[in-house]
T-cell receptor, first 109, second 112 residues
Framework: GQQVMQIPQYQHVQEGEDFTTYCNSS?????IQWYKQRPGGHPVFLIQ?????EVKKQKRLTFQFGEAKKNSSLHITATQTTDVGTYFC?????????FGQGTRLTINP | AAGVIQSPRHLIKEKRETATLKCYPI?????VYWYQQGPGQDPQFLIS???????DKGSIPDRFSAQQFSDYHSELNMSSLELGDSALYFC???????????FGSGTRLTVV
């Protein structure tokens, strides 16, 4: 079945440093979605990428979808303490999302 | 804006008991999903419904069943509970042609 791998599992940075998480799928994806889950919270939708090579930005967050539509990345520039949480990529299957393992981001203020 | 409503927020059950989790999706969303998330784990897909019909099935134990009712709310029924069923259970909904899933706040099930 479809598998989505995400690395790293954990990332600890100093406030102001950049952060990147990477996602790889075993199969070509129709789209990829990114979610953020704060500690004790629920996943919150951030963005969806559909086109090969697509790049989207949301303020300090940059999302990329690979040319082969099998990999994606999320890059945060100049992290802030509000960025703390777990970032999940999720590949769209037939009638479900398949989540990556998530990258837990912690920040030293 | 209306969100996905789940109840109860917390549930404590003993082994071999049954539990029923409820989910009220966002109005006009046509698909409902159930996910299970263990501590430090990613959400694992259990089952989904499209327009009240089961549309996909994941790693849902045979002890669990789910359905979606005429008013679009969904229930996850869990029987013969085991300690390993302790987890966060999320319901999410989406609308065809719209981006993203909206997750509820989850039900934290503890089996003792």
């Amino acid at each position: 079945g479809q598998q989505v791998m995400q690395i790293p599992q954990y990332q600890h940075v100093q406030e102001g440093e950049d952060f990147t998480t990477y996602c790889n799928s075993s199969t070509t994806l129709s789209n990829i979605q990114w979610y953020k889950q704060r500690p004790g919270g629920h996943p919150v939708f951030l963005i969806q990428l559909v086109k090969s090579g697509e790049v989207k930005k949301q303020k300090r967050l940059t999302f990329q979808f690979g040319e082969a539509k099998k990999n994606s990345s999320l890059h945060i520039t100049a992290t802030q303490t509000t960025d703390v949480g777990t970032y999940f990529c999720a590949g769209q299957g037939a009638q479900k999302l398949v989540f990556g393992q998530g990258t837990r981001l912690t920040i030293n203020p | 804006a209306a969100g996905v409503i789940q109840s109860p927020r917390h549930l404590i059950k003993e082994k071999r008991e049954t539990a029923t989790l409820k989910c009220y999706p966002i109005p006009r969303h046509d698909t409902v999903y159930w996910y299970q998330q263990g501590p430090g784990q990613d959400p694992q897909f259990l089952i989904s419904f499209y327009e009240k019909m089961q549309s996909d099935k994941g790693s849902i134990p045979d002890r669990f069943s789910a359905q979606q009712f005429s008013d679009y709310h969904s229930e996850l029924n869990m029987s013969s509970l085991e300690l390993g069923d302790s987890a966060l259970y999320f319901c999410a909904s989406s609308r065809t042609g719209w981006y993203g899933y909206t997750f509820g706040s989850g039900t934290r099930l503890t089996v003792v």
